[in-house]
């Protein structure tokens, strides 16, 4: 019995090893740049002025429309009034209200400003810049979704799997099936140093320098491919 449970064994084992080896497997990838497409502004009621989304930092100057009267006014006004200001400048913002555990159940405010574009940064530094007691905060940044350039780069990054695994089969004196199996990932890639495009770092430095912020982020789309070994 036992020479019979070690035969089965020994016969079972290079079956094994000759199933894990009808296929080739190879990884692809692509690194697609993200511009940023969104910046948000933290306006909160404080003690003092603190503006960290500095104009000397920004490559695009501020418009002068706006009114240098009303942002001389707003260093009196309460939050209702600098929503309605902001409203009136066309800004796209929300309140967001904090309640303190203090006994006199203090109430403390922020207002989310989102922007399109950096000017709109400067305008909102220019305007509020006068009003005592406010703090305008760099918020979050929002980039492109990855996801867009899902239909056009899948199709290249197949093209290159296969044009590799045909190099490796063709080593191994095999022809090369159909696709059998697909694993998919996004990195996201914390800054450009990680990535082999030299041009890319450089640029991000550059903006960097200039703007004191991301303008690009980079993600890395990466398949594993595997492909039946004929």
Excluded: C
Excluded at 39 to 54: C, H, K
Excluded at 63 to 89: H, Q, R, V
Excluded at 166 to 195: F, H, M, P, W, Y
């Amino acid at each position: 019995m036992k020479n019979i449970i070690l035969l089965l064994a020994l016969l079972f084992i290079p079956l094994t090893s000759n199933l894990q080896q009808n296929f080739i497997q190879v990884t692809v990838s692509e690194d697609i740049e993200l511009n940023a497409v969104e910046f948000t502004s933290i306006v909160t009621n404080s003690n003092s002025l603190t503006t960290a989304w500095e104009d000397s930092a920004e490559p695009l100057a501020a418009p002068n429309d706006i009114d240098s009267e009303l942002a001389e006014k707003a260093s009196s006004y309460t939050l209702e009034e600098i929503t309605k200001l902001l409203t009136t400048e066309k800004f796209t913002f929300k309140v967001n209200y904090k309640m303190d555990d203090f006994e006199d159940a203090k109430a403390d405010w922020e207002i989310e400003v989102t922007h399109p574009t950096l000017s709109d940064i400067s305008r909102l530094n220019k305007l509020l810049k006068p009003a005592v007691g406010v703090t305008i905060e760099r918020g979050g940044i929002t980039y492109e979704n990855v996801e867009v350039y899902y239909p056009k780069i899948y199709p290249t990054l197949l093209e290159k799997a296969k044009k590799r695994a045909q190099i490796l089969a063709s080593g191994a004196g095999n022809k090369l099936g159909g696709v059998i199996q697909v694993t998919e990932a996004t990195i996201d890639i914390a800054n450009s140093s990680n990535s082999q495009n030299y041009l890319r770092m450089i640029k991000e430095m550059i903006e960097f320098e200039k703007n004191g912020i991301r303008l690009t982020n980079l993600a890395r789309i990466v398949l594993i491919y595997r492909f039946e070994m004929l």
